[in-house]
């Protein structure tokens, strides 16, 4: 058994506005392997700005192997302030998984002006056998 250290791009993950009295906004993305486990040793996670101030935007790790689980929120902005995060620093460990880790991302209202559509980026560095790939899918409600 052969392991690499590679990098995947999360692209450009949309999340919709959430204006001041509304409800929150949420998209969900899950990382999956193409056959085999990955151990996520790197993970920076960034909103793209936005010229509305925006709610508060959280993400979480909600799901390993498609099982739901409990872990701690993290903020990556509010109206124009913006956190970028690393998540591995962050929850204090390597991620790892035998087929994939569902993130949960949420906007919720802005204090005031119409909300702001934005996307989160970033990048995943992880390790796993030479063959193994992930790939990216986005869940929007």
């Excluded at 591995?88 to 569902?102: A, D, F, K, P, Q």
């Excluded at 702001?116 to 390790?127: D, M, N, P």
Aim: with cysteine; hydrophobic share 40%.
């Amino acid at each position: 058994m052969a392991l690499k250290l590679s990098t995947q791009s999360l692209g450009l993950i949309p999340l919709a506005a959430a204006p001041p009295g509304g409800t929150p906004s949420h998209t969900a993305f899950t990382l999956t392997s193409s056959g085999g486990p990955f151990c996520i040793v790197g993970f920076y996670v960034s909103v793209l700005g936005s010229a509305s101030p925006t709610g508060l935007i959280q993400i979480e790790l909600s799901r390993i192997n498609g099982k739901g689980v409990s872990h701690p929120v993290m903020e990556l902005a509010q109206g124009y302030s913006v956190r970028p995060q690393d998540l591995v620093v962050s929850y204090g460990s390597v991620m790892s998984s035998s087929n994939s880790l569902s993130f949960h991302l949420v906007q919720w209202p802005a204090a005031s002006g119409p909300g702001a559509s934005l996307s989160i980026e970033g990048t995943i560095v992880f390790v796993a056998e030479k063959a193994v790939t992930l790939a990216v899918t986005i869940t929007e409600p």
